[in-house]
């Protein structure tokens, strides 16, 4: 039985989450009451949408079929019904943040580009009001989901099936979703822009819809699940470490992580009311002020939060770290990925004498930009382990992830103003429509690379909690690096990033060819396409990125969920504890690498295409464009991914302790 406190804690906890999905619901009816775009402009909207869901609905076939028989493993093998069971939920709760949030996303387009007739600001709210649906939906969907299996079984450790679900769904989602995004953006660019000279969002070219579909699948659904899975898996380990690590009140220690991500969805909720353009100020000032408002206000609401659980400030200051290392890290992707900084406005220098000298600059300032990522993490560790031990790594992730609810919002935010843009364009909405919507887009860019560098960034963390978790489940005292098992382990492990980045990436670049292919037959056979007289068969070019995605999906899922299994039966619990931590060291800097070599690609290429060392259709502008091709499967497949690789191979070993030993 729980005691006052603790229901009270709990009965707080289910009311936050509610605030939670009460708050995405009024915002998605907000959205949808909002005018929408002409006929013309609504015909390519619906046309995204149903390609969108169409997707989804084929992806999730596939993921459930997976799911299912993951179940049956989990249920004969470990002989744990209730471990399936929960496997099942998480599953099924992830996946419902997916599908909600773009179907949002999907229909908050064409309002977005209507809204930008009006003013900046009008586009801007509507845009991230769809953002803010999905951020509400994870959160609250997440914390729902893990406070009431524990309030229906009181045992931390069994919710590990609950984090299993999410990582599961996260990873098809991902892997899935930035398959398919990739294969069509750098087919659309190659044969738009640099063979026939014709702007990004072009109705004439038959790869844009499918573009446009891949925004939704990759940036929203994809990320979505991505950072449900982080949220679920820092709580569920956070909770398991207190039981374990803080003998001195384990009932409260369990209930703080709960405790804290509930206080921040209400100031994430807080947060989106400071998100408004200001005269003079810039569209990515006004999603700053949102998300430096809501740490501020989480700063607040943890002290007396901690100060009333276990009264133990050495918490507190743990907390603050984390939370202040997801900003550090933030800030960094933005100064290394933004078009208005030194690095990518480098990149574009370097474009102007050739594509070769694009890609070495933009090899280089990927590279470099993983220093103070690392450093951040490496001292947030360090710091939270010296004033609060174990259990304060453990609420530094909570911490970090905290006010995952307006930070999600502002990466999402991106596929929308993405995609208002390109309904812009194709429905010649007008001149004045189209820069505004372009000031959004081009912010979007910036929000998308500073999320993707804070969920890389909370997933190593995650990792390491979860790794602490995997040592205490196996009694292990220490990993011996001079054991000659622990070494293959390590060699393995830092193997496993590259191997899994090379799949993907193989897999966008063959799925690429393929919608180039299509695109030039189109060009070449459908007479009038060239001079916009005739349309083209966008069906096809979608059909071409579903058929990749799905195909290619399936080995990278079970080369995760396998290898764990089989170095842990074959070599044992130390090797597998050295495969953990050379996937989570190489996976985290590799990921890193990845998404701010792709972001700083993307952005110098829009650098360039605003004027600058001879603008579009110059030498330079095709120059970044191959570099941006490059970057596209960095930044959107390949290294987004390799969070789920982290944390999914530390739960699946959490799991699946009970056959090592």
Not at 235 to 255: C, D, E, K, R, S
Request: aromatic letters at 10%.
């Amino acid at each position: 039985m729980y005691a006052a406190d603790e229901r009270t804690i709990l009965a707080f906890v289910f009311l936050c989450c509610i605030i939670g999905l009460g708050f995405a619901f009024e915002l998605i009816r907000f959205i949808l009451k909002q005018q929408d775009a002409s006929p013309k402009v609504r015909e390519i909207a619906d046309m995204i949408h149903k390609g969108a869901l169409s997707f989804l609905n084929k992806e999730y076939e596939v993921m459930f079929a997976f799911m299912i028989i993951v179940a049956a493993v989990l249920f004969f093998l470990l002989k744990s019904p209730l471990m399936a069971v929960l496997f099942i939920f998480g599953s099924i709760c992830s996946a419902i943040s997916g599908r909600v949030g773009m179907h949002v996303s999907t229909r908050a387009n064409s309002r977005t580009a209507v809204a930008a007739e009006k003013s900046l600001g009008d586009g801007l709210k509507i845009a991230f009001s769809s953002g803010v649906v999905m951020g509400m939906f994870v959160v609250s969907i997440g914390l729902l989901g893990v406070a009431f299996f524990y309030y229906l079984y009181q045992d931390p450790q069994i919710l590990f099936g609950f984090a299993f679900g999410a990582s599961f769904i996260a990873l098809f989602a991902r892997v899935g979703g930035g398959i398919y995004t990739k294969a069509a953006d750098v087919g659309a660019d190659l044969v738009g822009k640099v063979e026939k000279g014709i702007p990004e969002d072009d109705p004439r070219n038959p790869v844009v819809i499918a573009d446009n579909v891949g925004d939704n699948v990759g940036d929203v659904a994809g990320m979505g699940a991505d950072l449900f899975e982080s949220y679920v898996a820092s709580i569920v380990a956070a909770m398991v470490i207190g039981a374990t690590f803080y003998p001195a009140n384990p009932q409260m220690a369990v209930l703080l992580p709960l405790m804290l991500s509930a206080i921040g969805i209400l100031c994430s909720i807080i947060g989106t009311f400071f998100v408004k353009v200001v005269e003079g100020k810039s569209v990515f000032h006004a999603l700053n002020k949102g998300m430096f408002a809501a740490s501020l206000i989480m700063v607040a609401g943890s002290y007396f939060v901690i100060n009333g659980v276990l009264g133990d400030m050495n918490l507190f200051w743990a907390t603050i770290v984390g939370l202040i290392s997801g900003l550090v890290i933030g800030l960094s992707t933005e100064y290394y990925t933004s078009k208005n900084q030194k690095p990518t406005q480098g990149i574009a220098k370097a474009s102007t004498t050739g594509a070769g000298t694009n890609l070495i600059a933009g090899l280089a300032i990927g590279m470099e930009s993983t220093i103070i990522p690392v450093l951040a993490i490496g001292f947030t560790m360090m710091f939270s382990y010296n004033v609060a031990g174990m259990y304060g790594v453990a609420i530094a992730a909570v911490g970090m992830l905290s006010t995952l609810g307006i930070t999600l919002a502002a990466e999402t935010y991106g596929a929308v103003a993405d995609n208002a843009q390109g309904l812009a364009e194709m429905g010649k909405m007008g001149k004045k429509v189209l820069e505004r919507t372009g000031e959004l887009d081009a912010i979007g860019n910036t929000t998308s690379a500073i999320g993707k560098g804070f969920a890389i960034g909370s997933a190593a963390l995650t990792s390491v909690v979860l790794f602490i978790d995997y040592v205490h489940s196996t009694g292990i005292e220490a990993i011996d690096i001079s054991q000659p098992e622990v070494i293959m382990g390590l060699f393995i492990g830092g193997l496993l990033p590259f191997v899994f980045s090379s799949l993907l990436m193989t897999s966008v670049g063959k799925a690429a060819q393929e919608m180039v292919e299509e695109a030039r037959r189109q060009f070449r056979t459908i007479k009038g396409l060239m001079q916009g007289k005739a349309k083209p068969d966008v069906e096809k070019c979608i059909a071409i990125s579903t058929k990749a995605a799905l195909y290619n999906m399936a080995l990278p899922g079970v080369l995760i969920v396998t290898v764990p299994i089989v170095v842990g039966l074959t070599l044992g619990p130390e090797a597998l504890g050295g495969v953990l931590v050379g996937s989570t060291v190489t996976g985290f800097m590799l990921a890193l690498f990845m998404a701010n070599a792709g972001g700083a690609w993307d952005n110098a290429k829009k650098y360039i295409e605003a004027g600058n060392f001879g603008g579009k259709g110059s030498d330079a502008h095709k120059a970044a464009v191959v570099g941006d091709t490059v970057g596209d499967p960095f930044k959107d497949t390949a290294g987004p991914s390799l969070n789920i690789l982290m944390k999914l191979m530390s739960i699946v070993a959490i799991i699946f302790v009970p056959l090592f030993l």
